[in-house]
């Protein structure tokens, strides 16, 4: 099984991401509970599967109901095909009312327990050692603020050696505006890699008053000079700047407001200047492919209209708005930095195959990962189950005895360096067409030998001409184990988990292989 991000403990963390997971562990939870308290699955079953007529059913506002559906998608509860929800099988079993194993009052009972989970420190404090809030709505707004401040400063410490890592390929210069930018941390770490040049450190006055707290130091404002205000009204009198940074800052504002604050940034760009955007974007599947969603429902709740973005809406504003060149990089973390300018690079970024990733899943494929071929297990015993077990066995050319031998393909695996294995599901022509859709996209980005196998017998034909030959040569593929590969072994090495379908209804899983070079 996968486990949640906060399951990942291991006693040799030196990271801070495991304790963030865990202190949003609660963020499950809750989206689980309201699931459940808004019959979400059972309105689905009934085929109230779409955006309206779901949230016309559980009378809900439709927007955010739809944030909450791509939670708890991310977290397979439901699964979206075609822009319909279905329940995955877990929620099928156990989280429709009609069910004989329904447990939703149960978990609902667990949700009744939490307040005093809440009061977990008192209670195991002594009567004399009373627990104070963190924060209370009575503090005063600058001890709100100057908290609220200090606690994103604590956190971006964390992230800035790998944004500067990924900033360090980079030829960008000063001066370098952070807009949004909180106590400075991340503007300032960028800037001190260019000593000659300076910065500005831009947020609301009341941000800044905290920020100069957080850092005394004179030091610390050596290069830094900090301007306090409000973006949306702040005139900037002309100023260019060579690095535009906006970290953390979009997600707080709704998606026109979002475009209009960054439109009016890269009115401040040089033309030869470099735009940062660090942030939480539900499409990215980094190391915590679940914060996204959730932080979006985390603005929803929190902020008056604010949510997170899409990386792939950003970059395509980005386009729009002349920046040629935009790449998006996963940190290690839980969140994404896009990096955009107005020229393309001269050469291929090293991220290739992460955007090969995301290529295969905008095609449809659920999940996608980078191998090597060496990767691909081979073995005779893969078309003996062909043989002897499977119905379809000498009906098709893309199967044995027709396809090639496992000792064929290995010299052809061994031909390529590198290969794409994706995972999808039925209906098998579906499958198929996406795969040659991925083989088509590999071939027009210059992989000219980009080939790929599939999933079961080819489904190009109802009926194959196996006396006459293949009537659809450009469709036709053969699949994985029709040539020999263990496919169960080869995924288990891709790092899928694969394991037989026991039920009638069981979800199914089916694996390709694009071969790349
Ligand atoms: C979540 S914090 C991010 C701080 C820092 N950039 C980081 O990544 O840790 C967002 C910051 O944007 C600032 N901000 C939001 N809207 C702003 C506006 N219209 N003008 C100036 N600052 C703004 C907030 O005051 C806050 O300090």
Not at 68 to 77: C, D, G, P, Q, S
Not at 221 to 250: E, K, T
Not at 255 to 269: F, I, N, V
Not at 348 to 372: K, M, N
Request: aromatic share 10%.
């Amino acid at each position: 099984m996968n486990k949640l991000p906060f399951q990942n403990s291991d006693p040799a963390h030196t990271d801070f991401q495991f304790l963030e997971d865990l202190s949003t562990a609660y963020w499950y939870s809750e989206a689980l509970f309201a699931a459940i308290g808004l019959n979400l699955f059972d309105h689905i079953e009934n085929g109230n599967d779409r955006p309206r007529s779901l949230s016309e059913a559980a009378r809900c506002r439709e927007a955010e109901l739809t944030r909450l559906m791509r939670v708890l998608t991310r977290i397979e509860l439901v699964y979206e095909f075609e822009g319909q929800w279905c329940n995955s099988q877990s929620a099928r079993t156990f989280l429709l009312s009609e069910s004989p194993d329904y447990m939703g009052d149960f978990l609902l009972y667990r949700q009744y327990m939490q307040p005093q989970w809440g009061a977990l420190a008192q209670r195991a404090a002594r009567e004399d050692r009373p627990i104070r809030p963190f924060l209370s709505r009575d503090d005063d707004y600058e001890v709100r603020n100057f908290h609220y401040v200090r606690s994103t400063d604590r956190l971006i410490r964390q992230k800035v050696p790998e944004i500067l890592q990924l900033v360090r390929r980079e030829s960008w210069r000063g001066p370098l505006l952070d807009i949004g930018g909180g106590a400075g941390t991340l503007g300032r770490a960028l800037i001190r890699t260019r000593p000659d040049e300076s910065a500005v450190l831009f947020d609301l006055p009341e941000v800044i008053r905290a920020a100069r707290k957080i850092h005394p130091a004179p030091e610390d404002w050596r290069q830094l000079r900090a301007v306090g205000g409000d973006f949306r009204f702040h005139p900037f009198a002309g100023a260019q700047f060579g690095l535009i940074v906006m970290s953390n800052f979009l997600h707080a504002y709704n998606p026109d407001t979002a475009r209009e604050l960054l439109e009016s940034a890269l009115k401040l760009l040089r033309p030869d200047g470099l735009v940062l955007i660090h942030d939480y974007f539900p499409d990215r599947r980094g190391r915590s492919p679940h914060k996204g969603a959730f932080y979006d429902l985390n603005m929803m709740i929190n902020t008056y209209d604010g949510g997170c973005r899409d990386a792939v809406e950003i970059a395509e504003w980005l386009g729009q708005a002349g920046m040629e060149r935009v790449t998006v990089l996963d940190l290690q973390t839980d969140t994404s930095v896009i990096l955009a300018g107005r020229r393309r690079p001269a050469q291929i970024c090293e991220t290739e195959w992460d955007d090969w990733l995301y290529t295969a899943r905008e095609i449809g494929f659920s999940d996608a990962r980078h191998i090597v071929p060496a990767q691909v297990m081979t073995a005779p015993w893969v078309r003996m189950k062909c043989r002897f077990g499977c119905r379809g066995y000498g009906k098709g050319l893309q199967c044995p005895p027709y396809s090639m031998p496992h000792d064929e393909l290995r010299p052809l695996l061994e031909s390529y360096s590198h290969a794409l294995m994706v995972q999808g599901s039925p209906p098998g022509r579906d499958f198929h067409d996406k795969l040659l859709e991925l083989e088509r996209q590999a071939f027009l980005s210059e992989f000219h030998k980009a080939l790929v196998f599939g999933a079961g017998p080819c489904p190009v034909c109802k009926t194959c001409a196996v006396d006459e030959g293949c009537k659809n040569p450009e469709k036709a593929r053969p699949a994985m184990e029709a040539c020999g590969i263990d496919v169960y072994e080869t995924a288990r090495n891709a790092g899928f988990q694969v394991m037989p379908v026991t039920e009638r209804h069981g979800y199914v899983k089916y694996f390709g292989l694009l071969l790349m070079e």
